[in-house]
């Protein structure tokens, strides 16, 4: 399983972006999708998740702001950003869940994308 993140770029305080992320790679099911970020010299953290099922999590900070979704058929999870602020800077990290079924054979494991960079300028 890959995943591909994109959509990031340079925004204004009050501005918005969309970021996408689209699983391919075979046969698979995904369970947990979500994202993540990491700012210059913090750590990773969690910015918000859904489930198979469509339920979701927010970190604190971005509640009210942040919506997450997701198109099972096209394997892709999206963050729709509003109202970003500039502490919202950070490169933001998609993550997948997933089972693959081969020969009899579950797999389960959890994959990350790339990366793709938000900077919101003040």
């Known amino acids: 399983v890959q995943l591909q993140a994109y959509g990031g770029g340079l925004v204004q305080a009050g501005g918005f972006l969309r970021l996408s992320c689209a699983a391919s790679?075979?046969?698979?099911?995904?369970?947990?999708m979500g994202w993540h970020r990491q700012a210059p010299g913090k750590q990773r953290e969690l910015v918000a998740t859904?489930?198979?099922?469509?339920?979701?999590t927010y970190a604190d900070s971005v509640k009210g702001r942040v919506t997450i979704s997701r198109d099972n058929a096209k394997n892709t999870v999206y963050l729709q950003m509003n109202t970003l602020k500039p502490e919202d800077t950070a490169v933001y990290y998609c993550?997948?869940?997933?089972?693959?079924?081969?020969?009899?054979?579950?797999?389960?494991?959890?994959?990350w994308g790339q990366g793709t960079l938000v900077t919101v300028s003040s």
């Open positions: 859904m489930s198979s099922g469509g339920s979701t």
């Open positions: 790679g075979g046969d698979f099911r995904l369970n947990n």
């Open positions: 993550e997948a869940d997933y089972i693959v079924i081969t020969d009899g054979t579950v797999v389960a494991g959890r994959e």
